[in-house]
């Protein structure tokens, strides 16, 4: 009996399968599979009614995490309720049932009809000893079943994923740590059956008054030919006061890290550098400058699911870049990185989610590291945040006054749902001389999404921003303003502006107009 193993079978063809099973193209490329879920049949075996919202949110949630980190040019997407359990043609169909069968003991399967017409059955009991599976669709503590690891390997599935045998696959079988994938091996698989997606343009917007308004900035990325100027994921950008130069980086639809110089209108390709080696980042990447001529960039190492933070600088305007001597640590999702000056001295601080395979009970919480000699050393890795865990990402902000803030989106716990899972959280913190990021406040906020939000110090009103992608079907912009001592308020839905990621904001004081001087908030779309 198979208890924490996740088994899916066969697919029914309409035709005969091959003898051997094997990964194959299930919905065309450049399609979004429609997803329904069968509510009524979760509730009819047990789930609690409660639970509507939560198991929905895991759903789109997973298959979120799959399409920006994949990469592929298939993308599921939420399109509401049925009570239908077979799929039509383009669909995938979500339902529970009571269990399996007690010879083949599971905790979920995907059948359906070759080729893009699949179902995806989760069972509610162990079909030996008819005992509920201990499910959750909440932050799995040691013990529970995460929903949305088995609905992670579910829908690559039915993308096309056959099992495998590499224990760090998720197509290998259920491990909480699955929460956190897809892994090598998963992107390796789905990108010999898929082409890369190479739609989603950088884009940018603008404001100049501290977000109460944005306009489109038109720039050169935007409308380079080049398929390397498109991304799956979060976009770094930051800027220089003194020289008015902005530095914008992301990683390609193969995940190699890119980066261009250019007055934030103009970029010469000229000035347009590739990583093509390493560190090949799977996750979106944050970067911050002193305005003085240092930059800071930080990542997630990609290459063999080692998920190093990584922290390269320049000292030469982003012509080159180096590894400082960040310590070890790892995540599962983009980092976020700020500067400000504490005790007369220049501080770097770098904050990410925890991930330890080792310790299910430390994953999921802020840590941070702090440098202040320009990345030459820098203080232990440490919790920041001991109440919120975060399955996605985090970003920070500060001003050289020492005033800071970061955002993230909670996971949501057990038995506190109602105002957790994906509600966006935003909390003061102080660093100490020694180099410690300690919490603040919480601003408990209504607003929800499913990937990192980001901030920027707008210095003219002394407003930090928040920009974020709506959880909603459009996965709308939005931003929201508040003080250096306050929440954030002012929500304001930025009108036509949709992104296929979060957005990456930068401050830069040197380019300004009678209404004050700019922020820019990088997305991408097609």
């Known amino acids: 009996m198979r208890m924490r193993t996740l088994a899916a079978a066969a697919l029914l063809a309409l ?23 069968n509510w009524r049949s979760f509730e009819a075996n047990g789930f ?15 298959y979120t995490r799959l399409n920006l980190v994949l990469g592929v040019d298939v993308r599921p997407q939420f399109f509401g309720d049925t009570d239908k359990v077979d ?13 399996h069968a007690c010879a083949d003991n599971r905790l979920a399967s995907t059948f ?75 992107i390796t698989d789905i990108r010999a059956i898929y082409r890369l997606r190479t739609d989603d343009r950088l884009r940018q917007l603008a404001t100049y008054n501290g977000g109460t308004s944005w306009s489109t900035l038109t720039n050169d990325i935007t409308s380079f030919g080049s398929t390397f100027a498109r991304t799956t994921n979060k976009i770094a950008a930051a800027g220089n006061t003194s ?33 093509s080696v390493h560190p090949r980042p799977r996750y979106g990447t944050a970067m911050v400058s002193d305005h003085r001529g240092t930059w800071m960039w930080v990542m997630v190492d990609g290459r063999n699911d080692d998920n190093r933070v990584r922290v390269i600088r320049s000292r030469d305007n982003a012509a080159s ?55 030459d050393s820098w203080s232990a890795p440490h919790r920041v945040d001991g109440f919120y865990r975060v399955h996605d990402g985090v970003s920070i902000e500060a001003n050289d006054a020492g005033q800071c803030w970061y955002s993230f989106v909670w996971a949501g716990e057990k038995g506190i749902w109602d105002y957790g899972q994906n509600k966006l959280r935003t909390r003061a913190c102080t660093i100490s001389p020694a180099g410690i990021v300690t919490a603040g406040a919480a601003c408990i906020q209504s607003q929800h999404s ?3 939000p980001d901030l920027a110090w707008h210095t003219d009103t002394g407003t930090f ?30 009108g036509g502006s949709t992104s296929h990621v979060g957005p990456g904001m930068a401050p830069n004081p040197g380019w300004s107009t009678p209404a004050g001087s700019e922020i820019v908030m990088w997305f991408a779309r097609e």
Not at 260 to 269: C, H, M
Request: glycine share 10%; with cysteine.
């Open 15 to 37: 035709t005969s399968l091959p003898a051997a099973a094997q990964d194959r193209t299930t919905y065309s490329e450049g399609s979004r599979p429609r997803v329904l879920i």
């Open 48 to 62: 609690p009614a409660a639970w509507k919202d939560p198991i929905t949110n895991v759903v789109i949630n997973a």
């Open 87 to 99: 799929a039509g043609s383009g669909e995938i169909v979500i339902s529970a049932n009571e269990k």
């Open 112 to 186: 359906g009809f070759f080729p893009d017409r699949l179902i995806i059955i989760i069972h509610a009991k162990n079909a030996c000893d008819l005992t509920p599976w201990n499910w959750t669709p909440f932050w799995p503590n040691p013990g529970e079943i995460s929903l949305h690891a088995v609905m992670m390997h579910e829908l690559q599935h039915t993308i096309g994923l056959d099992h495998s045998s590499a224990t760090k696959n998720i197509m290998g079988g259920y491990a909480w740590t699955s929460h956190y994938g897809p892994w090598s091996g998963d």
């Open 243 to 275: 020289t008015g130069d902005y530095v914008v980086g992301w990683t390609t639809p193969g995940n190699n890290l890119t980066w261009i110089r250019g007055d934030g209108v103009s970029f010469d390709p000229a000035n347009w550098f590739l990583y």
């Open 321 to 375: 870049w180096a590894y400082t001597s960040f310590p070890a640590a790892t995540t599962a999702a983009t980092p976020g990185i700020a500067t400000t000056v504490i005790g007369g001295r220049r501080a770097w601080i770098v904050l990410w989610v925890n991930y330890d395979e080792s310790n299910q009970n430390e994953t999921g919480y802020i840590y941070a590291a702090v440098s202040f000699n320009e990345g």
């Open 450 to 452: 499913r990937v990192a």
């Open 465 to 494: 921003v928040q920009g974020f992608r709506e959880q909603n079907f459009a996965t709308s912009l939005d931003s929201m303003r508040m003080g250096a001592g306050g929440c954030p308020a002012g929500f304001l839905h930025i």
